[in-house]
Nanobody
Framework: QVQLVESGGGLVQAGESLSLSCIAS????????MGWFRQAPGKEREFVAQ???????NYADSVKGRFTISRDNAKNTVYLQMNSLKPEDTAVYYC???????????WGQGTQVTVSS
């Protein structure tokens, strides 16, 4: 069982930056692929980025070059640095942990990111 708690959301203007953090409970953090998803009003939840324990990363095309995901296994924390934010990045951002073997997903409660034009 993994519990995830996000922080760092807020209101920014277009072009500004914001950093999200997600702290995971438990002692097996390194066995999970960690990721960020987002859901805008009236839209389905979509993939943003993910990072494997060894540091390999994967990004949605819409955020490549602007967002950076990273993790600190010693602190059980995953980060999402968001630069050059656009109004279309406005959404609730969810932290995700996927067990490598079982592929079971765990979700945080979400944090709101709002980008004004």
């Amino acid at each position: 069982q993994v519990q995830l708690v996000e922080s760092g959301g807020g209101l920014v203007q277009a072009g500004e930056s914001l950093s999200l953090s997600c702290i995971a409970s438990g002692r097996t953090f390194s066995t999970y692929v960690m990721g960020w998803f987002r859901q805008a009003p009236g839209k389905e939840r979509e993939f943003v980025a993910q990072v494997w324990s060894g540091g390999n990363t994967n990004y949605a095309d819409s955020v490549k070059g602007r967002f950076t995901i990273s993790r600190d296994n010693a602190k059980n924390t995953v980060y999402l640095q968001m630069n050059s934010l656009k109004p279309e990045d406005t959404a609730v951002y969810y932290c995700n942990a996927r067990a490598v073997i079982t592929r079971r997903d765990y979700w945080g409660q979400g944090t709101q990111v709002t980008v004004s034009s």
